[in-house]
Structures are given as structure tokens and as C-alpha cells.
């Protein structure tokens, strides 16, 4: 009898390890355990093919916001520009002679990267170009594979559906035609989402720019006759003022911003709408943002679009408050540029 026990217990656990989920799987508001074959079947198969999905955007248009709302969701995982630092500049030290070539052979194998990504892969391994310069440039990106591992939390959820983290195509890239073309192809023809993020209030957008790249000097402190005064400013160097913006600076961002949605537009052409969603963050944030919540969790393929979500980011400043001691120039800058 006890030899009778110890087998059946042996091909209990031999079963057990078959699965590939070996933790129990708890479901909101219930205990389940492992004798709940119907529940840990489904979820694992849903972890073996998860979603998967891109969220498309540019700096400061709260993308991080987005992202990290999204990871709070327990069946949601969802990282940060996994692609940086490496392929943000692979072929800064080519050559100017070189760098276009070895720019196409980097987009075109940047898709096969966000493969590697989505498929939760610790390698991975790019064809390899005609050219010694191409080579070079993704054997570097091949052995700095990974260089933000740590962001990409798969493993924290044991309901995950679904995978994705941000890209920024212009700036992580996708810097030639031949790369968007090669891009483009490779989305219309993949299973994977993209969520394209955009903000509105492109004053603010320029204003958080310019406190990220200018502020920066603002902020040196330096002693007078008269008081403290602040350094890096054009205008009022008083502190509390108002910064005074640089209408050239204001003009290529947006020219900057033009390009990137011309380069999404050509990059999602040919794919699908049902796996295309735009979304701005106005919209979001805003009064009835809870439901359009609820539509982006279903579009990345959340079942849970009651789950409560939550961010460490705070949303900071006046949406009505001014930015720029001239932003009446600032305004009309960005009505000329086309924004």
C-alpha cells in the first residue's frame, strides 16, 4: 500500500513539471491552487503567447507615464527604451563616408532586436551585412545585448498577457529610408500592436524639452551687487522669472516633431487598423480619461479593464499657467512651423 502511495504521488509531481507554469496561479478575490487544472492551463498557454505590443512616441510626451500605468496592471508588462543607450548612435564612430550605410544595415536589423525582446530572449544574433563598417556596428549592438535588462519585467506577473515596452523609431533606429522601408514591412507583416502616443498642447511639450535640455544651466546659481542671479537664460535673469525661449530652438523641434509623425505614418501604412491605436495624453489625464483607459488595456489585450492602475510619476505644473516670458512669440513661432 505505501509503495501504491509514493508512485501515484511521483506521477502527481511528474505531471506537475510537464506545465509550464510551476507557481500557482491566484486570481483576484480567490484562492487557487494547484488542483485548478482548468485556470493554470489557460494561463499558462497565455504566458507562452503573450501580446505583444509597441508604444510609439516622442521625448516628453508622457510616454513614461503611460508606460508605467500600464506595467501596473497585473497582466500588463510593459518597459521603458530598452533599445538605449547602444542604438541610439551604433555608427557615431564610422566615418562620415560610411554612416548612411551602416545606419540601413542597423534599421534593418532593429526589427529582429524587437523580436528578440518580445520573445524574452537573453541573446541575440543580427544577419550579417556585406560591408566590414555594417558588421562592426552590429557586432557592438550584439555584444551589449541587454543593456537595460533590468527594466524589463516579465517575470513580475504571473497573469502576463501581454508584452511591450516604448520605441522611439526617429531617435532608436530607424534613421534611413532603407530601415523604415525594411521596418515598415516587417510591421505590416508581424502580430505585433502599436500605440501611438501623442500630446496635444505642443507648447507644453516644448516647454518640458526646454526645461530638459536648457534648465539645466538656468539653474547655476551666482551671487552680485544686486542679488542672486540665475545663468543660461536669455531676458530676466531673476530668479523665479520666467525663462525667455530661443525661437530657433522652438522652430526645430517642431520641425523635429513633423518628423516624427511622418515617420509613424510611413512606418504603420500598410498595417491593419485593429492593430493600431492613437492615443493622446490629454486624453488620458483628462476628465474622461478612465475610459479611455479601459480601451487601451483591451487594445494591448488585457481581460481586467477594472484593475486599478498607478504611477510614481507626478503630474506637475498649470496647464493654463504661462511657460515662457514671450510665449506670445513662442506661440506664433509654432503657427508658422506648422504646429
Known amino acids: 500500500m505505501i509503495t501504491l502511495l509514493l508512485l501515484a504521488a511521483a506521477q ?45 512616441s516622442s521625448a516628453r510626451s508622457g510616454s513614461s507615464y503611460v508606460v508605467e500605468m500600464l506595467d501596473s496592471h497585473p497582466e500588463v ?27 540601413s544595415a542597423v534599421g534593418k536589423a532593429i526589427t529582429s532586436a524587437i523580436d528578440a525582446i518580445h520573445n524574452n530572449a537573453k541573446t541575440w544574433s543580427p544577419s550579417r551585412p556585406d560591408d566590414a563598417i555594417s558588421r562592426k ?33 526617429r531617435s532608436q533606429g530607424l534613421r534611413t529610408a532603407a530601415g523604415v522601408e525594411h521596418a515598415a514591412q516587417w510591421a505590416s507583416q508581424s502580430d505585433v500592436r502599436f500605440v501611438v502616443l501623442k500630446r496635444r498642447d505642443t507648447l507644453a511639450l516644448i516647454a518640458s524639452r526646454w526645461r530638459k535640455d536648457k534648465m539645466h544651466e538656468a539653474s547655476k546659481a551666482f551671487g552680485t551687487a544686486t542679488g542672486i542671479e ?29 518628423e516624427v509623425d511622418k515617420l509613424n505614418d510611413r512606418l504603420l501604412r500598410a498595417v491593419p487598423s485593429m492593430r493600431k491605436h492613437h492615443v493622446a495624453f490629454e486624453d488620458l489625464t483628462g476628465a474622461e480619461g478612465e475610459s479611455y483607459w479601459r480601451r487601451l488595456l483591451a487594445f494591448v489585450g488585457a481581460r481586467d479593464l477594472a484593475a ?32
Open 77 to 103: 508588462c510593459c518597459g521603458y527604451e530598452l533599445l538605449i543607450p547602444q542604438w541610439k548612435d551604433p555608427c557615431g564612430a564610422v566615418g562620415h563616408k560610411n554612416v548612411r550605410t551602416c545606419h
Open 308 to 339: 486599478s492602475l498607478e504611477t510614481s510619476l507626478v503630474r506637475l505644473g498649470n496647464a493654463t499657467a504661462r511657460r515662457f516670458a514671450n510665449e506670445e512669440a513662442v506661440a506664433a513661432a509654432l503657427r508658422g512651423a506648422g504646429c
Open 230 to 258: 540665475l545663468a543660461g537664460h536669455s531676458g530676466k535673469k531673476l530668479r523665479g522669472a520666467l525663462p525667455t525661449a530661443d525661437l530657433a530652438y522652438v522652430r526645430d523641434q517642431c520641425r523635429q516633431l513633423q
Open 12 to 56: 502527481r509531481v511528474s505531471a506537475w513539471g510537464n506545465h509550464t507554469c510551476k507557481k500557482p496561479i491566484k486570481r483576484r478575490g480567490t484562492q487557487t491552487t494547484h488542483n485548478d487544472e482548468r485556470w493554470r492551463t489557460a494561463a499558462c498557454a497565455r504566458e507562452k503567447h503573450p501580446h505583444k505590443f509597441l508604444v510609439l
Open 137 to 169: 556596428a552590429l557586432a557592438h549592438l550584439e555584444k551589449a545585448w541587454w543593456p537595460r535588462f533590468d527594466q524589463y519585467r516579465f517575470c513580475r506577473h504571473t497573469r502576463c498577457c501581454s508584452r511591450g515596452f516604448k520605441w522611439f523609431p
